[in-house]
């Protein structure tokens, strides 16, 4: 079974700084996708960025971008400028890339237990 | 679009109380599930259904029903309420087509307490 690790429960960033929270998994899959969402007070699940494993192409979104290492099993999220709108619970989460030939069970997210992004003015 | 709705957005039960929390999507997504989120623990899967009529456990599946009789509904029974299941439940929902990896949508939440 795959396991998505968040080790820093809490981090905190100066407005216009920058941030990296850190993601390690386990698994023993070579094809996968991982995904950052962001949980503002809201409650809202907010989609930030993804990331298919066999692309070595970090990628990005605006301000958000992701330092993926394959071989580490790192999925680190690095947010620039941090504006206050940013402050929210982000969790990792890891999907199989299997498909639905092999169960549906491959579609379920496995999810870290989340990182609380505090930004101070 | 309205994406995901879930119903009730809050609910209050009493132990051993049963209902159903809603679930529906409006974007012709096959596959959809129920996680819930407890603190410190993340979202956890607890049922998914990959189509009308197929549905399945997940992680933590136990006191919770599913059905899934119309590509759009997926609701969430509890059977009989205990306090180990105040949580915060999220549906979410997503295609299973091309092009592959797509991302879930997820609802906006019910905050459930159980007393």
């Known amino acids: 079974a795959q396991t998505v690790t968040q080790s820093q429960p809490e981090m905190s960033v100066q407005e216009a700084e920058t941030v990296t929270l850190s993601c390690t998994y386990d698994t023993s899959e070579s094809d996968y996708y991982l995904f950052w969402y962001k949980q503002p007070p809201s409650r809202q699940m907010i989609l930030v960025i993804r990331q298919e494993a066999y692309k070595q192409q970090n990628a990005t979104e605006n301000r958000f971008s992701v330092n993926f290492q394959k071989a580490a099993k790192s999925f680190s999220l690095k947010i620039s400028d941090s504006q206050l709108g940013d402050a929210a619970m982000y969790f990792c989460a890891y999907r199989s890339a299997r498909g639905l030939g092999s169960g549906g069970s491959n579609y379920k997210l496995t999810f870290g237990k989340g990182t609380l992004l505090t930004v101070n003015p | 679009n309205a994406g995901v709705t879930q119903t009730p957005k809050f609910q209050v039960l009493k132990t051993g109380q049963s209902m159903t929390l809603q679930c529906a999507q409006d974007?012709?997504?096959?596959?959809m599930s129920w996680y819930r989120q407890d603190p410190g623990m993340g979202l956890r899967l607890i049922h998914y259904?990959?189509?009308?009529?197929?549905?399945d456990q997940g992680e933590v599946p136990n006191g919770y029903n599913v059905s899934r009789s119309t590509t759009e509904d997926f609701p969430l029974r509890l059977l009989s309420a205990a306090p180990s299941q105040t949580s915060v439940y999220f549906c979410?929902?997503?295609?299973?087509?091309?092009?592959?990896?797509?991302?879930?949508?997820f609802g906006d939440g019910t905050r459930l307490s159980i007393l």
């Open positions: 974007m012709n997504h096959e596959y």
């Open positions: 979410a929902s997503s295609s299973l087509g091309s092009p592959e990896g797509q991302p879930q949508h």
């Open positions: 259904s990959v189509g009308a009529g197929i549905t």
